[in-house]
């Protein structure tokens, strides 16, 4: 059986980690630079300057914040498509993300990837997967790598709570379980998968009890709008893959503010606006922000300045995005294989003939 | 040279790649344990110490460990994921499609995939309609992956060395009806046989026939019919790899021979003769002495009974008649 | 079981008989071999002898009366026996021309199922009235046949590129291919006998053509039995075009002012024929009973109006030769034949034949096919007249043709596909001369 701990969703927030201060402040700023970031990337979507399917992270920043900062750099992570704050948690800069989703060349995907599909090798993040539930068993297999090369970095690996009624789930766990693979598995449960609701979909009550099934994996449920929480259990798990060679599933249960994406309103027929405004009240950054100020780490004022700042920063990064070069036309066939274009394939297409 | 199976072919690639390099591993269905669903594998667990991570038995969850063949590929290691047949990996399309094919352009040239994906393909002997398919033109289609198709022992050993050491995900389709058959292979280390590069099998100066995997046999029966009955000799180009294609090979055997039929043991509609058709009308349409004629499996889910299978799968004798009917060679 | 006296052809050159005298009266007892009547041919008068036994049970052709070859003259048959079909049968062939050889029920089921056959093949069978209908379905022969069918040369891809760099004009080779296209191999073949493309008044070269003989189809059989019991041996049928001679004409003014030859439009039309029957080899063929002979060379037939009587010399392998020769040989032969100086192999064998009535102030006219052709053309004169052109009225210069086909040989739509490159040939005459 699984080890399963609770973490009760309306609990309420923890008390702070006994963490130096400093180390609060940038935890608060991150999740700051996450919010300005997204209403940044909403605007610039409505301009028109981002295209195609694009999903905001607003209300699950503590997620982000509480899970990633703290790994270390040879760790990696694999992660979905609503996982824009998560290349920022990585230490990704906000001109590449933003540039990436702009689809231009200083995109940390060159341009070619989008707000979906975001990588940096050198940050050991892997994406960026934007078919529902297809990277966890790719978690399990850098998680192989790590047991076949006896190393003890971990993967954590995140998703939405849709992912928790997919075969590959099972399939993943199964084998990550069965061998020993040092992944966190994360869902940022925040109650829909798209317009569903969770509930009516899952034929279980608590998604986190879908882990009792796999021997050796430890599994918890945590406050994902806290990010003291998050973190606790992050540590936790990660020190679990690290030391013990087990894979972990953390349920973080969390709210979206937005729709599922760009596309979608913030509410829509599948819930209530009053559900929404309801759930702000739990916002994940100013209720953090209330307990550093009642700790006297981060005062209201000092607050505002970290926004302007972080304002700037993504005024930035916009601007940075926008000036960066669109790719060129020849780049089309570049990064499709590791060796040069098959000659036989693109002779026939027609590509140089339409360029003349 | 030894001659050897085409089994024993594959074995001695994996053998010799895993020795060579140790990030290379196999994994996949029955592979260690019971020594290979097609003993393909046959005698490498004990080969490599028992060691589960270089030798692993999967379950039955070919969603799973393929995509876990591509983790694995992207962190730097370089598997050999076996599906018993390809008829599974249909389960596993997604990571063979959107993952592995597509990781190398969605990083922007970061993450690339050196994974081998290997099963048999095609029918084999009354496997009925579900264990029977030929996949080759639906992964064929795809940019980012490679797809090899060898036809003998020693192309089957060649291509799956030059696919274990290659960059991107290829996929190497071996056919379970090919695994006895016997045949040359040099006996030496590195038998590479390059990807995308297809060979001529037999010369001749009347047709060409541009074919691969099993149909290549049959194409040789045929070259073989067709010479004795009418004189016509036929030159017979086994394309080996199917993406890339090597058009260069086919369009210089039909710029010789001025006829071509295209044979592959899948379905017409949209298949890999309808792509090589293309190049052909393309890049030599001015030396076709005759309208390219195709030769498949008949358009079909494969039945079970013996001699509907029979039916359905391009023999020889398909073959031999499209040859006389590029050559003007009355109809029988 | 009866069977009909028929007039029989008695020489080449005979096309009809004048029956001089009954040598039997109706009722008088006949046995194979014996003489029945007495016929004047062409050349002479010879006896017809009966095919049969019995009685002569009637007279269908009067003393004196001409027939075409192969009509009926008088019935044959045992004393008793019932021949009010086959009198009937023997009535109701086309009036003048009629023919039928043994009528016999075996055949005429046969014919039928062929006729199914045809059918079947969603093709009609072939009627009597030997007009287009039946015949625009009609395939245009195999592999050997026609690679312009259509109006459009088929050809491969790389038999035109082959023809393309050897200068080889693939008009004048034969495709052996589907539908009569033209391949790889029939190129090889035309290089090989060297038919390179001639220069403007050369010679044309060595003959693109081959004897051949192709074997009747079954719909082709029925097609000739059913038309020869219509309208005799030789069923003809007329297709009658009318051609713009405006260029030729010009042409020929031209030709005649430089060169020191005088061209005349009957070499125009000679060259033009030839040209024609090239690209149409079924044009220029035979019948021979089981089989059609397809021509290894154009040899043309001109008629020519002696005091006597018409005679009608060859101009044998017209195909190789080019204007000048063809002006030259034509006028030589016609010379000779109004001197009575030709020797019999130098009139006979011809492969087509024209008969140009034009200068006789004819406008236009049927010929009689003289077998085994398969076609005579008859031309009538050229003359000015007023024609719509692209809506304008103009003065043109125009001459009326009549093709009179063998239609065991020839159906409508080839014939009429032979009178649309004639008429090309002369309405473009440059093409012909290149």
Request: hydrophobic share 40%.
């Amino acid at each position: 059986m699984a080890t399963k701990e609770e973490t009760p969703h309306a609990a309420g927030h923890r008390d702070l980690l006994d963490l130096p201060e400093e180390e609060h402040r940038d935890l608060l700023r991150q999740m700051m630079l996450y919010r300005r970031f997204e209403e940044k990337t909403a605007e610039s979507y409505q301009m028109g300057k981002i295209g195609g399917f694009c999903h905001l992270y607003i209300g699950q920043e503590a997620v982000a914040a509480g899970g990633i900062p703290q790994l270390e750099e040879r760790d990696h992570i694999v992660s979905a498509y609503r996982e824009h704050a998560h290349a920022l948690a990585r230490g990704m800069s906000p001109e590449t993300v933003m540039a990436e989703l702009y689809g231009r060349v200083d995109g940390c995907s060159k341009g070619k990837g989008g707000s979906m599909h975001l990588f940096d090798r050198e940050r050991n993040f892997m994406g960026g997967h934007a078919i529902v539930g297809a990277h966890l068993p790719i978690a399990a297999g850098v998680g192989y790598r790590i047991r076949y090369r006896e190393e003890d970095s971990v993967v954590l690996c995140l998703f939405g709570d849709s992912v928790m009624n997919i075969g590959s789930l099972n399939e993943s766990w199964n084998m990550a379980a069965k061998w020993g693979l040092p992944v966190v598995y994360i869902c940022e449960n925040n109650s829909y998968g798209m317009g569903t609701e969770i509930d009516r979909v899952a034929a279980v009550d608590e998604l986190v009890d879908r882990a009792c099934g796999y021997d050796g994996m430890h599994a918890t449920a945590v406050d994902g709008m806290d990010v003291m929480a998050m973190r606790e259990a992050t540590d936790e798990a990660v020190r679990i893959a690290r030391e013990e060679k087990r894979p972990s599933f953390i349920e973080a249960r969390c709210y979206r503010y937005m729709g599922h994406s760009m596309a979608d309103p913030a509410h829509g027929t599948y819930r209530p606006k009053d559900e929404v405004d309801e759930e702000r009240e739990n916002d994940p950054i100013l209720s953090y922000l209330e307990r550093l100020d009642d700790a006297g780490i981060v005062s209201q004022d000092e607050y505002d300045e970290m926004d302007e700042e972080v304002i700037d920063e993504v005024e930035a990064a916009a601007e940075f995005a926008d000036e960066s070069p669109k790719p060129d036309p020849e780049a089309v066939y570049e990064d499709i294989y590791s060796d040069a274009f098959p000659h036989g394939i693109d002779r026939r297409d027609g590509f140089r003939d339409a360029l003349e | 040279m030894p001659s050897i199976t085409y089994r024993e072919a594959l074995n001695q690639a994996h053998v010799e790649e895993m020795e060579r390099d140790d990030s290379v591993f196999l994994m996949g269905e029955e592979v260690g344990v019971y020594d290979g669903a097609y003993k393909v594998s046959k005698g490498l667990l004990d080969h490599f110490d028992d060691s589960q991570w270089r030798v692993r038995d999967t379950p039955i969850a070919e969603y799973g460990f393929s995509g876990i063949g591509v983790g694995a590929a992207m962190a730097g290691l370089r598997p050999i994921v076996e599906f018993m047949t390809w008829n599974f990996s249909f389960l596993a399309f997604d990571q063979v499609v959107n993952s592995a094919a597509k990781m190398y352009q969605m990083s922007g040239g970061q993450y690339n995939v050196p994974v081998v994906f290997r099963a048999p393909g095609g029918a084999a002997l009354q496997l009925g309609s579900q264990h029977s398919q030929c996949p080759d033109p639906w992964y064929s289609n795809v940019p980012g992956l490679k797809v090899v198709a060898p036809a003998t022992p020693r192309d089957a050993k060649g291509l799956l060395k030059s696919a274990v050491r290659d960059d991107d995900p290829v996929l190497v389709i071996e056919g379970e009806l090919l695994y006895n058959t016997k045949g040359e292979v040099p006996d030496e280390d590195d038998l590479l046989v390059p990807i995308g590069e297809a060979e001529v099998k037999r010369e001749g100066s009347d047709a060409t026939v541009i074919c691969h995997s099993k149909m290549v046999l049959q194409a040789l029966e045929a070259a073989e019919g067709v010479l004795e009955e009418h004189g016509v000799d036929v030159e017979v180009v086994d394309l080996r790899t199917l993406r890339p294609l090597d058009v260069d090979t086919v369009i210089e055997s039909v710029k010789k021979t001025n006829r071509a039929v295209v044979v592959e043991e899948g379905w017409p509609s949209a298949g890999i003769g309808a792509q090589v058709v293309d190049d052909i009308q393309r890049e030599a349409f001015d030396w076709l002495d005759a309208p390219v004629a195709r030769v498949s499996g008949l358009d079909v889910p494969m039945p079970y009974a013996r001699n509907l299978e029979k039916l359905a799968f391009p023999s020889a004798p398909y073959i031999e008649n499209a040859i006389e009917k590029v050559c003007y060679i009355e109809d029988r | 079981m009866a069977t009909k006296v028929v007039m029989a052809q008695l020489s080449p050159t005979m096309e009809e008989g004048r029956l001089v005298e009954w040598k039997l009266e109706e009722g008088d007892e006949v046995a194979q071999g014996d003489v029945v009547a007495e016929i004047e041919t062409d050349k002479a008068n010879m006896d017809v002898e009966s095919m049969g036994e019995g009685v002569l049970r009637k007279r269908i052709v009067g003393e004196g009366e001409t027939v075409p070859v192969g009509a009926t003259i008088g019935v044959i048959g045992e004393a008793d026996e019932d021949i009010s079909d086959l009198l009937e049968e023997i009535e109701s062939e086309s009036a003048g021309a009629a023919a039928a050889e043994s009528g016999g029920e075996e055949e005429l089921a046969a014919a039928a199922e062929a006729g199914a056959e045809a059918g079947e093949a969603g093709e009609e069978p072939a009627g009597e009235d030997g007009g287009e209908r039946e015949t625009a379905g009609a395939p245009a022969a195999g592999a050997g046949g026609p690679s312009r069918g259509d109006g459009r040369l088929r050809a491969s891809p790389v038999a035109r590129r082959m023809a393309e760099e050897k200068g080889l004009d693939l008009s004048r080779v034969e495709g052996s291919g589907p539908a009569g296209r033209i391949i790889k191999r029939d190129v090889e073949e035309a290089l090989e006998r060297g038919a390179e493309r001639p220069a403007a008044g050369a010679p044309a070269g060595p003959s693109p053509l081959r004897e051949e003989r192709v074997e009747l189809s079954q719909m082709r059989k029925t097609i000739a039995k059913r038309l020869s019991q219509s309208i005799g041996p030789v069923p003809h049928y007329y297709l009658t075009r009318e051609i713009d001679m405006g260029r030729a004409l010009e042409l020929r003014a031209e030709l005649n002012e430089r060169g020191d030859r005088s061209v005349g439009v009957n070499d125009l039309l000679l060259k033009a024929a030839a040209e024609a029957l090239v690209r149409h080899p079924e044009i220029n063929a035979s019948w021979d009973g089981d089989a059609i002979v397809r021509h290894g060379s154009v040899d043309l037939g001109i008629a020519v109006a002696i005091d006597e009587g018409l005679i009608t010399p060859v101009l044998r392998d017209a195909e190789t030769k080019g204007l000048e020769q063809i002006s030259r040989e034509s006028g030589t032969l016609i010379e000779r034949a109004r001197e009575r100086d030709l020797q019999p192999e130098e009139y006979q064998g011809a492969t087509f034949s024209i008969s140009n009535l034009g200068m006789m102030g004819i406008d236009e006219f049927t010929a009689v096919i003289n077998p085994p052709e398969a076609a005579i053309l008859a031309v009538g004169k050229t003359q000015e007249k007023p024609v719509a052109v692209d809506g304008e009225l103009e003065i043109r210069k125009r001459m009326r043709v009549t093709m009179s086909c063998d239609h065991r040989v020839i159906d409508g739509a080839m014939g009429a596909r032979f009178l649309d490159t004639f008429t090309a040939m002369l309405e473009n005459p440059l093409e012909m001369l290149t």
